[in-house]
């Protein structure tokens, strides 16, 4: 898995000349850069992402479906150094996941109960994401700001509400 700074600029610490072309063109954010630069520290080049979103004081990485649990370290270790770091919760998604997935890893701590499929009266449809009552605490952000983030990670017009007891 590769970074999206090459090797050699984050271990002299300037940018080549591909790199900085890199970030003049957008293809890269300043973003992606200081997670590389924590990521080569901690797991000298072995560890990579895609792409970081950054919405709110949220921040996602993306990443292989099969790197997930190796960008998040054992027992949370490397996420907690990038959140500690940029003084911002983190978030590791694996690329393509279907919406189960990203639901799952954007909210955790806390737990989902269910996806319904909704339609509106104009035949539109939208993902229910029910969050569990008893989890509404663990949640990491606001709803409405999750809900953000999962519907641009997925495509998916998605709808997030905090699950009742009295179905």
Same mark, same amino acid.
């Given at each position: +898995?590769? !970074?999206?700074?090459?090797?050699?600029?984050?271990?002299?610490?300037?940018l080549c000349q591909g790199c900085e072309n890199k970030i003049n063109s957008?293809?890269?954010?300043?973003?992606?850069?200081?997670?590389?630069?924590? !990521?080569?520290? !901690?797991?000298?080049?072995?560890i990579g992402f895609?792409?970081?979103? #950054?919405?709110?004081?949220?921040?996602?990485i993306v990443t292989d479906k099969d790197q997930v649990g190796k960008l998040i370290g054992k027992g949370?270790?490397?996420?907690? #150094?990038?959140?500690?770091?940029?003084?911002?919760?983190?978030?590791?998604?694996? #690329?393509?996941?279907?919406?189960?997935?990203?639901?799952?890893d954007i909210l955790s701590p806390a737990r989902i109960s269910g996806i319904n499929i909704i339609y509106g009266m104009d035949g539109e449809q939208k993902y229910k994401i029910r969050v569990m009552k008893d989890d509404y605490r663990r949640v990491p952000a606001k709803l409405d700001l999750l809900n953000?983030?999962?519907?641009?990670?997925?495509?998916?017009?998605?709808? +997030?509400?905090?699950?009742r007891d009295d179905y």
């Open positions: +898995m590769v !970074l999206p700074v090459c090797d050699v600029c984050l271990r002299s610490g300037t957008g293809e890269i954010s300043k973003l992606d850069l200081d997670i590389s630069k924590i !990521l080569f520290k !901690l797991g000298n080049g072995k895609k792409k970081t979103i #950054e919405i709110g004081d949220v921040v996602i949370g270790k490397i996420v907690r #150094e990038i959140s500690k770091t940029l003084k911002k919760k983190v978030r590791v998604v694996g #690329e393509n996941s279907d919406l189960k997935s990203v639901a799952k953000e983030i999962i519907q641009q990670l997925t495509g998916e017009k998605t709808l +997030m509400v905090i699950d």
